[in-house]
């Protein structure tokens, strides 16, 4: 996977650098095709057992009912060992997958039954999201977050490029069943490599709540950068079993339990950051539901991530909308066939590749809120592009325009989360944020269904592409005031040398 990133012009230099990164890219190379391959046989088996829009909308809606839980899963992945988190969760997409193959085996299919598995494929999904982008600022250093991000990104894309067009040509010969059992084969694949990363000690985050962290490399009260010497994602020392680099006294000057490192009185404070978080970084240990809602006070009252959030969900509508519907526009308005159809598929994922392999190269020098204002403004582009598609060649360029706006707008959103979050707050609130962006989908399939049922596919796209270019030009100045404020203070951790 190394050289075919490296042959089409990626960085691929962090790879050797980092051996923890590397082996979790590995295995999240495997999930992203297993996920390309059931997404789409989902789509095909709900639509051809079916034929009714309703239904493949409430598919969608099962999926976004998941993000109703983020927040929990933002709590469990701050406290719990990653490791066993990454590998329950594609151990349990597997089984989820495997049922819903012998779903399919039945003479008619069981909406219920589909509609809870295809929950439970979308919750672990989730969880496994938060998990492994809370590691990613652990296991890299502060300078290659952008470069991680965005191999990460290509990568994965990369993989799911090929994905649709193999579903396709599955599905066609064999049917959905046989694409839906090779998906449970790559997930229990993904959490071998998983199971097979060191992780001594277990923990990867500290345990501690309310985004207070352990002594020695905590996050100090203040909200400041943490120490130099925070853990791995392994939660111990480097790999070649050195004591973490620069010791490991607290930005506030207290020295660590060992008493060897020197105090550090000069780490700059984080004026920046919202009021609350001076209590939210010192409150003493609680419970697992006071974790989350911690979580939740914490992204309400910061400037950044409230207008982030708030962006995130115009855009979530507007997708979710119409994303289900894309199937049913190449079908009934273009005729196309089913190996014609995953080329269109497969045309997303070549912006969404573009996208990234740009964000790796030029992601670092870029300003985060006006590249998430430009993406918003792209997609709702793409969205009237949908609209007005008369033939193949152009349902090819929508997708690929949709999916390189989409890409860009999601690296920059979560790489500046990354960057202006405390670690130990770093998974609540990415599931928080992931909450409140997306409650939207939890009613917009149903209701892009309905339209599809009555006014048609025109009205959807069409609309839809105005909710999205609407929103990028309300919140996106606001957001990009707010992020050019915050520039300049971060909480990444330094990562241990080939870490």
């Known amino acids: 996977m190394a050289r075919l990133l490296a042959a089409v012009g990626l960085p691929v230099a962090i790879l050797p650098r980092r051996r ?77 997958c495997l049922g819903l193959a012998g779903l399919a085996m039945l003479p008619r299919l069981v909406m219920p039954a589909a509609y809870a598995l295809v929950f439970i494929v979308s919750a672990l999904s989730m969880l496994d999201w938060t998990a492994l982008n809370a590691t990613v600022p652990q296991v890299v250093a502060a300078g290659e977050l952008a470069e991680a991000n965005g191999l990460w990104s290509a990568g994965m894309n990369l993989v799911e490029m090929g994905a649709p067009a193999l579903a396709g040509a599955v599905v066609a010969s064999t049917g959905p069943v046989a694409a839906l059992l090779a998906t449970m084969g790559l997930f229990a694949a993904a959490a071998g490599v998983v199971a097979g990363v060191a992780a ?152 969404t590749l573009l996208a990234s392999a740009a964000f790796a190269r030029f992601g670092g020098q870029l300003e985060r809120g006006t590249g998430i204002m430009a993406a918003g403004a792209l997609f709702g582009a793409g969205l009237e592009i949908w609209a007005f598609a008369g033939n193949a060649a152009a349902a090819v360029f929508a997708a690929a325009v949709v999916g390189f706006a989409v890409s860009t707008g999601n690296l920059h959103m979560l790489t500046l989360r990354q960057e202006s979050v405390p670690p130990a707050m770093l998974g609540r609130t990415l599931g928080t944020t992931s909450m409140l962006g997306r409650l939207v989908m939890t009613v917009a399939p149903a209701a892009g269904a309905a339209l599809v049922a009555g006014p048609g596919l025109l009205p959807l796209f069409a609309g839809a592409g105005g909710i999205a270019l609407a929103f990028s030009g309300g919140l996106g100045p606001g957001l990009r005031t707010a992020a050019r404020r915050r520039r300049g203070t971060t909480h990444l951790l330094p990562a241990p040398p080939g870490g």
Not at 28 to 44: K, N
Not at 70 to 76: C, D
């Open 20 to 96: 923890t990164f590397a082996r979790l890219f590995a295995a999240r190379t495997l999930t992203s095709l297993s996920i390309g391959i059931y997404r789409f046989a989902l789509i095909w088996l709900v639509y051809v057992r079916t034929g009714s829009a309703m239904l493949l909308g409430g598919a969608s809606a099962a999926m976004a009912v998941a993000a109703l839980l983020a927040p929990a899963f933002g709590a469990i992945a701050d406290r719990l060992p990653r490791r066993a988190i990454l590998v329950a969760t594609d151990t349990g997409c597997g089984l989820a």
């Open 200 to 351: 001594p000690n277990g923990a990867v985050t500290p345990t501690t709540t309310n985004g207070a962290a352990p002594s020695g490399g905590a996050a100090p009260s203040d909200g400041t950068a943490p120490s130099q010497g925070a853990a791995s994602w392994e939660g111990a020392a480097p790999p070649d079993g050195a004591a973490p680099s620069q010791g490991a006294a607290p930005s506030d000057g207290a020295a660590p339990r060992d008493g060897t490192a020197p105090r550090n009185r000069a780490a700059p404070r984080n004026r920046a950051a919202p009021r609350n978080r001076v209590a939210a970084m010192a409150a003493p240990r609680t419970g697992f539901w006071t974790d989350v809602r911690e979580g939740v006070r914490y992204v309400l009252a910061d400037p950044v991530l409230t207008r982030l959030t708030g962006l995130q969900a115009g855009l979530n509508l507007a997708y979710s909308a119409t994303a289900p519907m894309v199937l049913w526009l190449l079908q009934r308005r273009l005729g196309l066939a089913p190996a014609s159809i995953g080329l269109v598929f497969a045309a997303e994922s070549v912006g």
